[in-house]
């Protein structure tokens, strides 16, 4: 047919961050587990080895939730929790981090009142929307106690604090590859996208945290970074000791591109810097953290960029 445009489009994440905790299928009470069990034969895993990413899966969610939001009149939040997870396969072990869409809006929903106008707010969300979700949050909340989010979101950053857990070894980059046979752009044979993240197992990362906040306490102990060292300790402490822990930048890496992303050492960065601070070279500890921080920082600015 001539004269007939057509007209593709793609959906990439937001430029957001995510830290993970995945869970060995053990670890749930029943019938919780024989209900990811049956999941898990039914989708298949999103990440087979601990060197593939789960970005395809990102993708799905967010696809998901684009659906959801053209279907019919935007909510606050979903009306049912997602029965959906992000699935791995670690040494023949099955872990689980489930998506808990419903709680992971609410707490959205928080950090939105925190950080933007009223006026925006207002319009986005109106305050009887917000007060119909906050009060169906609290009723939710008596049923749920310990209830907690699997994964934790940033937007246009990685929070610094967030690479305590990870050493520059535990790095996997995976580039894109050029869209070929219909795939789409930045994207492999059937979609491959572009991935950098970091997986550690529970333990470790544990390790790393503590030892972080003791020598951060004893040299900083009013500083921003030993505050946040002891917030992500205590969100770790929440899951099982077995469970494996993930850095993933998400849609970041549209944002920052390859050559940034190649470049990309923060985690062993953040290393350098508290082996530093432990060796009493406060100066060099300083200059790895200024340097770190300033880098995403500049990261962050683009949020205002036209």
Request: glycine share 10%; charged share 30%.
């Amino acid at each position: 047919m001539q004269d007939v445009t057509v007209v593709r489009t793609s959906v990439l994440p937001p430029y957001a961050a995510h830290l993970r905790v995945y869970e060995p299928l053990a670890a749930y009470p029943e019938p919780e587990r024989a209900r990811w069990q049956a999941y898990a034969a039914e989708h298949g895993p999103d990440a087979a080895v601990a060197e593939q990413s789960v970005a395809e899966a990102g993708l799905e969610e967010q696809r998901e939730a684009l659906a959801e939001l053209a279907a019919r009149t935007p909510r606050a939040l979903p009306e049912q929790e997602s029965g959906r997870a992000y699935l791995r396969i670690v040494d023949g072990v099955l872990y689980v981090c489930p998506w808990a869409t419903r709680l992971r809006s609410w707490q959205a929903l928080e950090e939105l009142r925190a950080g933007a106008p009223v006026a925006l707010l207002d319009t986005a969300v109106p305050p009887v929307t917000r007060a119909a979700a906050e009060a169906d949050r609290e009723r939710w909340r008596a049923g749920h106690p310990d209830a907690r989010p699997w994964i934790l979101t940033s937007r246009w950053e990685v929070p610094v604090r967030w690479f305590l857990p990870f050493g520059d070894e535990d790095r996997c980059f995976v580039p894109g590859g050029a869209g070929t046979g219909g795939g789409e752009e930045g994207e492999g044979e059937r979609g491959r996208p572009a991935a950098l993240f970091y997986l550690v197992p529970m333990a470790q990362a544990r390790r790393r945290v503590a030892r972080a906040y003791r020598a951060l306490r004893e040299a900083v102990p009013d500083g921003e970074l030993v505050r946040g060292a002891e917030q992500v300790g205590r969100w770790l402490e929440e899951f099982h000791p077995r469970s494996l822990v993930e850095l993933d930048y998400g849609g970041l890496v549209h944002l920052l591109g390859p050559e940034r992303l190649l470049a990309d050492r923060s985690a062993g960065e953040l290393e350098e810097g508290l082996r530093a601070l432990r060796a009493g070279d406060a100066d060099g500890a300083l200059r790895a953290y200024g340097e770190l921080t300033g880098r995403w920082r500049r990261v962050l600015a683009l949020r205002h960029a036209n």
